[in-house]
């Protein structure tokens, strides 16, 4: 088993005091934080390319389900601890007798030391929490939606296109560019800007688009989806279910949602910027146009 690239871990200078007597005993789960696939860069080179891990991790709490937390997985036992600490599920770190991890069922098996008071009602409603900047949203219900979705297998985007909208999300007016901390969603067709807003959380902002679009009676056919954040699972299946099958971000691509995006034939745009990018998945639905390396 592969150990973390980058395990959570104290600072060396940190001073760590000395556990409590009744410290939960934790497992150290530890699984690779990235995965190698392939892409095809601006030159037409096929080349191999990181990206995070995304694997849910459900947590069980003296048997009982709590929730599923889409997750890296770099320190799963602390992640628990937190959450629980969060919730106000369990009062003091004492309550906890084991933290127990099994990658291989993707589950986390959390016992305290004298049971957990009305935990039943408390716990009600299974959920999973994904990747989202802290929206936290519950996404079941969307997983269950994303098999039955018929995507236009017609739609592409040419190579021209694709750098006319990285240069039109360039050159245009934003509040990221006067302050920052927001992420920026768009609706394309072709390279022509239709939608444009911008949030604290690419999920409020995706969820703008799919209201505007609904509003006017936009369909996702032909259509390109941009964004400045991650193209995560719930991202891939949102756009999904709004009938996009192009998707470029400036930033990258989770491994959960490469594999959605692989198995639907939603073209995976991402590491945007100038003229470089990775193509991740559906190659069928890109005009390549490679451009010609200028000898140094």
């Known amino acids: 088993m592969a150990p973390p690239e980058f395990p959570s871990s104290p600072a060396p200078d940190a001073a760590v005091p000395a556990p409590h007597p009744l410290t939960p005993q934790l497992s150290d ?37 709590l929730v599923t937390l889409m997750t ?21 770190i004492t309550d906890i007798a084991s933290v127990q991890v099994d990658w291989e069922v993707e589950a986390c098996s959390i016992t305290s030391r004298n049971g957990v008071e009305d935990l039943a009602r408390r716990s009600a409603g299974r959920r999973v929490v994904t990747t989202g900047c802290g929206q936290g949203t519950v996404y079941a219900s969307l997983m269950d939606e994303v098999g039955n979705v018929a995507l236009d297998p017609e739609t592409r985007i040419g190579q021209g296109e694709l750098y006319a909208l990285l240069d039109a999300m360039r050159m245009h007016d934003s509040l990221y560019k006067s302050a920052g901390s927001v992420h920026g969603c768009a609706l394309f067709e072709g390279s022509r800007l239709l939608m444009f807003t911008e949030d604290v959380g690419r999920h409020n902002a995706v969820d703008a688009i799919s209201g505007w679009m609904w509003l006017h009676g936009v369909s996702g056919s032909s259509k390109v989806f941009y964004t400045t954040g991650r193209l995560t699972s ?18 990258g691509v989770t491994q959960m949602g490469y594999d959605i995006a692989e198995r639907l034939g939603i073209a995976l745009f991402a590491r945007c910027s100038n003229r470089h ?8 639905r890109f005009i390549a146009e490679p451009l010609q390396r200028v000898p140094v």
Do not use: H, W
Not at 34 to 62: C, M, S
Not at 277 to 284: G, R
């Open 72 to 92: 890296v997985g770099a320190a799963p036992e602390l992640l628990a601890l937190g959450y629980l600490r969060n919730q106000r599920l369990v009062p003091s």
């Open 277 to 284: 990018f990775l193509q991740y998945t559906a190659p069928q």
């Open 234 to 251: 719930e991202m891939v299946i949102k756009c999904a279910l709004m009938g996009i099958c192009i998707l470029v971000s400036r930033s």
């Open 29 to 65: 789960a530890r699984e690779a934080l990235t995965r190698v696939v392939l892409a095809r860069n601006e030159f037409g080179e096929l080349l191999e390319a990181k990206i995070p891990t995304e694997r849910p991790l459900t947590l069980y709490l003296d048997k009982q389900e």
